[in-house]
T-cell receptor
């Protein structure tokens, strides 16, 4: 079982729609969760972090965490073509280490 | 210069060559990392340096040799690589090891390596 799993996509959504990106993780004791965005040919950059169950909103982005079900999601409202990128889920605290474990990423395509 | 810079951006080498990748961070961070990014695979942590000491080596083959002469510079020396080592090599830095409490790593643009 992969430690952090994401659907590789591509996930295609029309401009203005809500894009929903999902991530599951294997270790129940994981403590911290992050979303990185990576544009094609560029480096990953941190866009959201979440530590407790529930929702965390930042502008058009909402991170959702459900530790009981071991999943974390990222919602992007009013998607724009400029949101087209690969979104990497990262988990910290897996198996009682402080490593950041990354998923393979989901490629999002927002079409006009 | 700001952030994390990597050179060269592209490198093609034969299996018998010796080359080095260079990373420099201008953020005053204490920790630096090498990651390998291959298609369809997760980012793979290779090495972690904290205050110039190697704190992690994730079972990386000896043909990859890191060097951290100071907290701002990190090198990855490459020797007798294999074609399957072709990948994007990303350098990152953070205030503390493993991104500290914030989990925030600052990545360079990467060095695209092709091994023939």
């Amino acid at each position: 079982q992969k430690e952090v799993e994401q659907n590789s996509g591509p996930l295609s959504v029309p401009e203005g729609a809500i894009a929903s990106l999902n991530c599951t993780y294997s270790d129940r004791v994981s403590q911290s969760f992050f979303w990185y965005r990576q544009y094609s040919g560029k480096s990953p950059e941190l866009i959201m972090s979440i530590y407790s169950n529930g929702d965390k909103e930042d502008g058009r982005f909402t991170a959702q965490l459900n530790k009981a079900s071991q999943y974390v999601s990222l919602l992007i409202r009013d998607s724009q073509p400029s949101d087209s990128a690969t979104y990497l889920c990262a988990v910290m605290g897996t198996y009682n280490t402080d490593k950041l474990i990354f998923g393979t990423g989901t490629r999002l395509q927002v079409f006009p | 210069e700001t952030g994390v810079t990597q050179t060269p951006r592209h490198l093609v080498m034969g299996m018998t060559n010796k080359k080095s990748l260079k990373c420099e961070q201008h953020l005053g961070h204490n920790a630096m990392y090498w990651y390998k990014q291959s298609a369809k695979k997760p980012l793979e942590l290779m090495f972690v340096y904290s205050l110039e000491e190697r704190v992690e080596n994730n079972s990386v083959p000896s043909r990859f040799s890191p060097e951290c002469p100071n907290s701002s510079h990190l090198f990855l020396h490459l020797h007798t690589l294999q074609p399957e080592d072709s990948a994007l090599y990303l350098c990152a830095s953070s205030q503390d090891s493993h991104g500290g409490r914030t989990g925030e790593l600052f990545f360079g643009e990467g060095s695209r390596l092709t091994v023939l």
